[in-house]
Structure formats: structure tokens, C-alpha cells
């Protein structure tokens, strides 16, 4: 064969005249060697042609050796059916998350208290028995899943196995479980352990913040984000309590399990993604094109509770998020939002009809009211939220554009992370167990209410006053003359 191309790449011989060949002539390959004759040898300095070079690879691709998101979660999101070709497909994939090197046994850590509850599994507080490093040992349930390992923590594995950043949580190691009183074949995922998430600091009121704190936190979190954006990914699950702070004053974006990598080219994504309160219209309003933007109103709402210390809008479902959001910011127009009747297909449903009032933007005054400490409510940080806050995607801020707002140069200048006052003077607190606390709490008073209730009400009537005694309780008045 390799005889037989070097000597179709062979011009053709000049013609007697010595004159040379038109360019048309010189692009007819040679007539066909007749059936059964051999081919001739290679004539002498023709060479092969090399193969062309791999390309060089993009900017802000993964490390080598890691292993790219972008197949494992491009391909997780487009499958919609369980066939035998998916199955097969979720096999392979978490395979080759063990395939690297022979996994430890849980047993190496020494499991203590419960610290959250995950979607697919409770996370806990562990400490390594060789060093005494204290981490955070998030079990994945496997018994549940048809094909051993639920796709969402291949997708958090193999995106965090390519990602550093020192906003970003770190995934230690993987190990499994043996012990007694663990089901057979559970999946830990260790991660770096931090004592608080955002969450349970500000729904603690002994946690005194300052605008250092704020700050610091929004700084941290936009270039966590930013970092994530530019390697194309979509973390699509951001809210205050996916974000854990360790006690140097470190901010880790975590929970990964909804994340995945993105292209513009992508046509058409789930808008099933982000906890309500976080969402932003274009998901609500059925989007199903869209982009990294989507984090950005996470953020902004993110960014605007720490003000509050509380979440901005608590919808309960996704009509009244809808409303919460039109009170807050107004209706929007198409002067605003050009495309939105192109994008958002549940848009006619909610577009003021001629003669309903348009509601304004009031957002600025909202901001202020709801915040402990208006003063901190700076002209810079309200116009930091508005931007993140735009229902256009086109205009809403990207993470890039938010590092250099005028919010992050006015005065109280940002602090690095390890020179913010972390003694609150609670050890540990996060989401779960402030809840859980708080459960026990409520639980406590509803059995002292029904004690107090029942014993009323099993309480003997007072026996009459004796003949002659002073009256019991309040005395009656004189009878009138």
C-alpha cells in the first residue's frame, strides 16, 4: 500500500518538447496499473508525507492527566433514556473514576458527627487516624441506583479532579466502605474539612459580622467563580449554603453535583437547576438556551443576603419566585430584554397586558430596608447587586466584570482572608445542624405547651372556702348600699 501512494504523489513525466505540463495536466493522477500486475518500488527520494501535528490545546484547558469534564457531563446532560447504551456508558464512567489507583478503606479515617445532608448522601466530619487531619467524608449511596453510582457524583468527581483554585473545594481522595454497619461498597468522597458554611454563620445570631467579612466573602466567591467560568464550566447549584468558610477566613464553592461543562454551541439544557430562591427568570420563565450568567444571579442574591442575613427572596414555588422578583426589580420590558419573547417561552403568560400597572424597579430602596446595617448599603455595593441582578444575560454582569466594581476600592478597603476576625465564639456551625438545633428547639416548646394544656386540664376544680375564712383569691366588691 505505501508503495502504491508514493507513487500516486509522482508527477508525470514532461512530455518530449520539454515543455511543461498546464496545471490541470499536472493534477491528473496516472492511469490505474492493470489487474494483477505489482506494483513498482518507490523511486528514490520520495518521501512519506507526516502525519499533521496535534493541535495545541485551548487556553485554560485542564492539567494533563486530569481528566476533562467536558465529555463526562456533555454526555450525562444530552441522555435523556436509560438504554442498555447508557448504562453501559455510567458503567464505564465510574470505572475510570477507581481506575486510577487502588482506593483506601474508610476505616483509615475515624468517622465522628453528622455535618450535612446531601442529595445523595449525609456528609461527616472524620479525622485521618495516621495525622489527625481533620476532613470531611461525604458518602455517596450506591444501594439506590440501578447502575451502582449516581451519575451526579461522577460528574462532581471528574469536574473537581480537574479544577484548582483556592475558592474551590478540594477533593482529597476517594476511598470505600467494609466496616460493619456500613452498607456493602459505599463511596466516601473526602474532601477538606471547614468549620462553617455561609448559611449557618448568618442564620446564627451570636456570629457578629462586619463589612470586612462581606467583603472579603464576595471577593472570594466571584473569583472562584470567575476561575470555574473560564474553564467552562457551570456550577448551576450556588446558594449560601454550598458555600463553606474554614476558620482562616477561606471561602470553598462545593456541591458540584449539578455542575457541567458548556459551549455557546449548546442548543438546548435542562432549566431544572439552581434552588429556587437563586434562580434566575430566564429558568424560570423556561429558558432552556443559556449561559455562565446563570450563576451570576445566584451570586448577586448571594451577595445581597449577607447584607440582610437572610435569603433575598424566598419564593415558594416558581410563579411566587416569579412575583417576588417583579415586586423587587419591576416587570421587564423588551427595551431591556430584547429576546425575551424568542428565549423565555413562558414569558406571554406573565407580560403585563395593556392596562395592568407596570411595576417599578425598587430595588435600591428594598436593599436598605432589609439590611441590619443600611450604612454598609453603600451607592458602590447596591450598584454591584443591580448589575448582577439584570434580567438581560447579555447585560448581567460576568464574574470578570465584578472583581472590578467600585464596591471592591472604596473604603473599608477588601482584607486578604487571614486577616479577617474569625472568633465568633461557636467552634462549628452549618446549615444541617442549625436546622436540626433549631428542629429540637421548636420540638421542646410543643411538648411544654401540650404539658401545660393537658395538666389544665386534668387540674381539680378548688374546693369552696371554709365557713367563716377569709375569701380565696381576688376579694369581691362590697354589695352596693
Not at 475510570?96 to 455535618?115: E, N, Y
Request: with cysteine; glycine share 6%; aromatic share 6%.
Amino acid at each position: 500500500m505505501a508503495t502504491a501512494t508514493a507513487q500516486m504523489v509522482q508527477p508525470p513525466p514532461p512530455p518530449p518538447g520539454g515543455q511543461p505540463q498546464s496545471q490541470q495536466q499536472r493534477r491528473r493522477p496516472p492511469p490505474p496499473p492493470p489487474p494483477g500486475a505489482k506494483p513498482p518500488p518507490p523511486q528514490a527520494g520520495v518521501k512519506k508525507r507526516p502525519p499533521p501535528p496535534p493541535p495545541a490545546p485551548p487556553a485554560g484547558a485542564p492539567r494533563p492527566g486530569a481528566v476533562a469534564p467536558v465529555a463526562a457531563s456533555a454526555s450525562a446532560l444530552v441522555a435523556g433514556g436509560k438504554s442498555d447504551h447508557e448504562q453501559k456508558r455510567r458503567r464505564r464512567a465510574s470505572v475510570s473514576i477507581m481506575a486510577p489507583k487502588k482506593l483506601r478503606d474508610v476505616t483509615v479515617f475515624q468517622k465522628k458527627h453528622q455535618v450535612g445532608q446531601g442529595t445523595y448522601g449525609s456528609v461527616f466530619m472524620g479525622a485521618d487516624r495516621d495525622t489527625g487531619e481533620v476532613v470531611a467524608l461525604k458518602r455517596i449511596n450506591t444501594e439506590q441506583e440501578e447502575n451502582g453510582f449516581p451519575i451526579t457524583a461522577i460528574r462532581e468527581v471528574k469536574i473537581l479532579k480537574a479544577l484548582n483554585h483556592p475558592n474551590i473545594v478540594n477533593l482529597k481522595e476517594i476511598v470505600t466502605s467494609k466496616e460493619a454497619g456500613e452498607i456493602p461498597k459505599n463511596v466516601f468522597m473526602v474532601f477538606e474539612y471547614s468549620e462553617y458554611d455561609l448559611t449557618g454563620i448568618l442564620e446564627t445570631p451570636d456570629i457578629r459580622l462586619s463589612q470586612d467579612h462581606i467583603k472579603s466573602w464576595s471577593q472570594q466567591l466571584l473569583s472562584g467563580v470567575h476561575y470555574m467560568h473560564t474553564n467552562r464550566i457551570i456550577h448551576r447549584d450556588l446558594k449560601a449554603s454550598n458555600l463553606l468558610i474554614n476558620r482562616k477566613g477561606e471561602l470553598k464553592i462545593a456541591d458540584w453535583g449539578l455542575a457541567r461543562s458548556w459551549n455557546p454551541e449548546m442548543k438546548r439544557l435542562t432549566n431544572k437547576v439552581i434552588t429556587l430562591w437563586y434562580r434566575p427568570p430566564e429558568l424560570l420563565l423556561g429558558c432552556q438556551v443559556y449561559s455562565p450568567k446563570i450563576d451570576m444571579w445566584s451570586v448577586g442574591c448571594i451577595v445581597a443576603e449577607m447584607f440582610r442575613r437572610s435569603a433575598f427572596l424566598k419564593g415558594s414555588s416558581d410563579p411566587t419566585q416569579l412575583d417576588l422578583i417583579f415586586r423587587m426589580l419591576g416587570h421587564p420590558t423588551t427595551k431591556a430584554w430584547p429576546h425575551i419573547h424568542k428565549v423565555c417561552p413562558l414569558w406571554k403568560k406573565y407580560e403585563p397586558q395593556r392596562g395592568d400597572t407596570v411595576l417599578p424597579n425598587k430595588l435600591r430602596e428594598n436593599l436598605k430596608k432589609g439590611a441590619p446595617h443600611p450604612s454598609w448599603m453603600t451607592d458602590h455595593a447596591m450598584d454591584l447587586i443591580g448589575k448582577l441582578l439584570e434580567y438581560n444575560p447579555d447585560e448581567r454582569w460576568s464574574a470578570q466584570h465584578a472583581l472590578t466594581a467600585e464596591y471592591f476600592f472604596e473604603n473599608p478597603l477588601v482584607k486578604p482572608a487571614e486577616k479577617l476576625s474569625m472568633k465568633f465564639g461557636v467552634d462549628s456551625v452549618h446549615e444541617w445542624e442549625a436546622r436540626k438545633k433549631h428542629e429540637v428547639i421548636m420540638a421542646q416548646r410543643r411538648e411544654q405547651m401540650q404539658g401545660m394544656s393537658a395538666g389544665g386540664a386534668r387540674s381539680k376544680p378548688r374546693p369552696p372556702p371554709p365557713a367563716g375564712g377569709p375569701p380565696r383569691g381576688r376579694p369581691h366588691p362590697p354589695p352596693p348600699k
